[in-house]
């Protein structure tokens, strides 16, 4: 069993915040966010990939 903590992601695409996701790490809560939106299939998409950054929320809660 894994027994890291997951952390609180912001995840941003071209500066725009677009909303929060749990994972360990910054790939992982992309990731995450790509499927939960639809995009499954762009996942190995790099130009695509590009576009979204993510950060770790300020105080678990916010983005920054």
Do not use: W
Not at 1 to 19: P, Q, S, V
Not at 33 to 43: N, Q
Request: a negative charge; zero cysteines; charged letters at 20%.
């Amino acid at each position: 069993m894994d027994h890291r903590a997951e952390t609180l992601f912001a995840i941003y695409k071209n500066g725009n915040h677009l909303g929060n996701e749990r994972a360990y790490n910054i790939e992982e809560a992309i990731n995450k966010y790509l499927i939960a939106a639809g995009f499954e299939t762009l996942l190995n998409d790099v130009e695509f990939r590009n576009q979204y950054a993510a950060f770790t929320a300020v105080l678990s809660e916010h983005y920054v």
